[in-house]
């Protein structure tokens, strides 16, 4: 059987750790957290399910998550954030591709709870990730919050059954939190790419975001959670552009 090593980013994250680690036991032969210096009891519970606990300072999640797969003791690795748990039938299939693993790279469902539901349209779902694979031919790129796992050239990716369940806002006005924070974020770093937003463009981002996301990515059959999520990323997406604005309007010329 392979072994299997779990890496895990945190910062505070005492809520929501606890699922993800019981979610674990039994699959991982190894756990790994790495902790950008929380003041909370994520340590406290990352030793009681038995991980190996990693301080390290966050300059950014691909830095991060790069760090944490280069930490495990297996090359064979899987990546999860702290607010993810394993569904019973993801747990069958990472279970059986430890008997034989016969692919670089495995990918996966996602699947979102927002503030007690889970959604299933609004572009939210299957939401695949690449999350599983030997470090060897795998690395995290992308750039700002838009970081993801990617293969070497050429190497083989199986999809696996089921789902991984991620609690992600227990709340709007965490939601909108998240918003503010991640539009300054990508504002800038469109801005740096020299990227620009007319007036036309902020005013029209907003209907179009939220058509596309609910009438044609279905967030209708969503119900009222469905209308919540593309009417706020929608705001968000109107946001970041006219945050982006903002930028050009103050400095003019890109700045670093």
């Given at each position: 059987?392979?072994?299997?090593?779990?890496?895990?980013?945190?910062?505070?994250?005492?809520?929501?750790?606890?699922?993800?680690?019981?979610?674990?036991?039994g699959v991982a032969?190894?756990?790994?957290?790495?902790?950008?210096?929380?003041?909370?009891?994520?340590e406290e519970?990352?030793?009681?399910?038995?991980?190996?606990?990693?301080q390290?300072?966050?300059t950014?999640?691909?830095?991060?998550?790069?760090?944490a797969?280069?930490?495990?003791?297996?090359?064979h690795v899987?990546?999860?954030?702290?607010?993810?748990?394993?569904s019973?039938?993801?747990?069958?299939?990472?279970?059986?591709v430890?008997?034989n693993?016969?692919?670089?790279?495995?990918?996966?469902?996602?699947?979102?709870?927002?503030c007690g539901a889970?959604?299933?349209?609004c572009g939210?779902y299957?939401?695949?990730?690449?999350?599983?694979?030997?470090?060897?031919?795998a690395?995290?790129?992308?750039?700002?919050?838009?970081?993801k796992?990617?293969?070497k050239a050429?190497?083989?990716?199986?999809?696996?059954?089921?789902?991984?369940?991620?609690?992600?806002?227990d709340?709007i006005q965490g939601?909108?939190?998240q918003?503010?924070?991640?539009?300054?974020?990508t504002?800038h770093?469109?801005?740096?790419?020299g990227?620009?937003?007319g007036?036309?463009?902020?005013?029209l981002?907003?209907?179009?975001?939220?058509c596309?996301?609910?009438f044609?990515?279905?967030?209708i059959l969503?119900?009222?959670?469905?209308?919540?999520?593309?009417?706020?990323?929608?705001?968000?997406?109107?946001?970041k552009?006219?945050?982006?604005?903002?930028?050009?309007d103050q400095h003019?010329?890109?700045?670093?």
């Amino acid at each position: 059987m392979q072994k299997l090593s779990v890496v895990i980013i945190t910062l505070n994250e005492e809520k929501k750790l606890g699922a993800c680690l019981a979610s674990l036991q039994g699959v991982a032969d190894e756990i790994v957290v790495v902790d950008s210096f929380s003041t909370d009891k994520t340590e406290e519970i990352s030793r009681e399910y038995g991980a190996r606990f990693v301080q390290h300072p966050f300059t950014g999640y691909i830095d991060q998550k790069n760090f944490a797969m280069a930490q495990a003791g297996n090359d064979h690795v899987l990546s999860l954030d702290a607010d993810e748990v394993l569904s019973p039938e993801l747990r069958k299939s990472i279970l059986e591709v430890k008997e034989n693993w016969t692919h670089d790279g495995y990918s996966l469902n996602r699947l979102t709870n927002y503030c007690g539901a889970w959604v299933r349209h609004c572009g939210w779902y299957p939401d695949v990730k690449l999350r599983m694979a030997d470090r060897r031919t795998a690395s995290w790129t992308g750039i700002k919050i838009h970081e993801k796992m990617e293969m070497k050239a050429g190497e083989a990716v199986r999809h696996l059954k089921g789902d991984l369940l991620h609690f992600s806002y227990d709340s709007i006005q965490g939601h909108l939190h998240q918003i503010n924070h991640f539009t300054d974020l990508t504002s800038h770093e469109l801005y740096i790419q020299g990227r620009k937003a007319g007036i036309l463009k902020i005013v029209l981002s907003l209907p179009v975001r939220f058509c596309r996301d609910y009438f044609l990515k279905l967030g209708i059959l969503d119900g009222y959670t469905g209308f919540l999520i593309c009417s706020l990323s929608a705001w968000a997406t109107m946001l970041k552009y006219a945050k982006l604005k903002a930028l050009w309007d103050q400095h003019k010329s890109p700045i670093r």
